[in-house]
């Protein structure tokens, strides 16, 4: 994770929620009281979030220091002390509910991740993410999807092409499209093409793309044409897949299975955080 890049990201959230004063806080408490802030998981889960804590403390104050005791990807149960942070209250309590948001959305999507991921183990399919994330969270999402023990897709539009739908029937074909974008593209970047006919998938293998993904399939559908994919072409497979159906689907030898609700539907993990007033 880019910690520069959370650090800003920190500030500006911060910012949204103070604003020009916590008039809570800095009305009841002189600077001087000191505090301490134990974060707490209220639920059974997989943790994800050290950095944000420690981070996420020290841009409100750097004075404040903090101690995580669980790190990113361990278990974690109801009660277990997460981390406990002392400094100013003030500080404390103007950081704690940017701290807990990030914290309980990313520790739910690792706790989900790691869930699926154990349904499909031995299968050799692998788990990953896709980019219907949290605007302005794709980062802390993905690190989130890492740590639960799956694999990010692209990051967004500019680091793979992923040609959809859309794109071919703008294009007026799976080939002119491919051919149109191998010609501008630089070699590094790879080339993934929904496709969800067996035309398709015949044009696309001609094409020489990187990953084929099966859009909407059925596990039968994907077993039948995927045996006709050369090893050099990654697959994928998206869209139609539950809980229920996941290992299914792994069992075709389909390389990844990406799945939105990891990071679009995700109900936040019940951490709480207590604040306690010390003397100096």
Known sequence: MNTIKLRSMLEQFYLEDIGDCDLSSEFLFPESVIGELNIVAKMDGIFCGTK?????????????????????????????????????????????????????????????????????EGTGTKVCDTRKTMPGLRMLDKYAVRTGGGFNHRNGLFDAVMLKDNHLAFAGSLTKAVETVKAALGHTVKIEVEIESFEQLQEAIAAKVDIIMFDNCTPETIAEWIAIVPDSIITEASGMITNDTIRTYAETGVDYISLGYLTHSVKALDISANVSIHTK
Do not use: F, H
């Not at 940017?98 to 914290?103: D, Y």
């Open 52 to 120: 944000v804590i420690e981070e996420g403390v020290r841009v409100v104050d750097r004075n404040t220091t903090v101690n995580c005791y669980v790190e990113d990807g361990t278990p974690i149960v109801k009660g277990s002390v997460i981390a406990t942070a002392k400094g100013s209250v003030q500080s404390l309590l103007k950081s704690e509910r940017v701290i807990l948001n990030l914290i309980q959305r990313m520790s739910a999507i690792a706790t989900e991740t790691n869930r699926v991921v154990g349904k499909i």
